[in-house]
């Protein structure tokens, strides 16, 4: 009994633990100069078309009792896409041996790093005073913010989705020019 009690002790507080490791580490990795290569573009597209469509569903099912769930969802996956536009023409951009390589605008990735950070710091505050003071009109679900954490979601999906879709653009038109020059 005591190993199964000592199991989920450690189930419970590891992924506390390792929280702000794995924000440093995804600051580090989302500022990374990396080689802008077609196939990895591709590849996150359809990642993150994947998680829009899931997002989509999952706060349509929510607007079910979080009326302005969707209309959140939708607005920041939008806003998102923007964002990521913008965040590739923020981006640092060089040629090397022929290689076309991006560096993420720092503060941008720290803005939406910070973002993730608040909105958990704030999504579990809201959830534990909802739990308490459960009841009233509305449930504890709608009392908890999930439209702002589905909105939240959504914005950093959207802002993938904008980037490496233009990340794509960027290397299509790049290699145009470079048929053009042949």
């Known amino acids: 009994m005591p190993l199964i009690v000592g199991l989920v002790l450690v189930a419970l507080v590891l ?16 500022t990374a100069r990396g080689p802008a290569r077609a196939w990895v573009a591709n590849l996150n597209i359809g990642g993150f078309l994947v998680a829009a469509g899931v997002v989509v569903i999952t706060s349509t099912i929510t607007a079910l009792w979080v009326p302005s ?3 959140a969802t939708s607005g920041a996956l939008l806003a998102g896409a923007l964002l990521g536009m913008i965040g590739l ?18 503060w941008l990735v720290g803005a939406l790093t910070m973002l993730v950070v608040a909105r958990l710091a704030y999504g579990a505050w809201r959830l534990w005073d909802a739990w308490l003071r459960w009841g009233g ?21 959207g ?13 299509a038109r790049r290699k145009a020019a470079l048929l053009m020059q042949i």
């Open 137 to 157: 009109e509305s449930g504890w679900i709608a009392s908890a913010g999930a439209s702002g954490s589905l909105a939240a979601g959504a914005l950093l999906i």
């Open 89 to 106: 023409s923020l981006s640092h951009w060089e040629t090397q041996a022929g290689q076309l390589y991006f560096t993420p605008n720092r």
């Open 15 to 30: 992924p506390l633990v390792l929280l702000p490791v794995s924000v440093v580490q995804r600051y580090r990795m989302g």
């Open 69 to 71: 769930a969707l209309s």
């Open 159 to 171: 802002y993938g989705l904008g980037f490496w879709s233009a990340v794509r653009w960027r290397i």
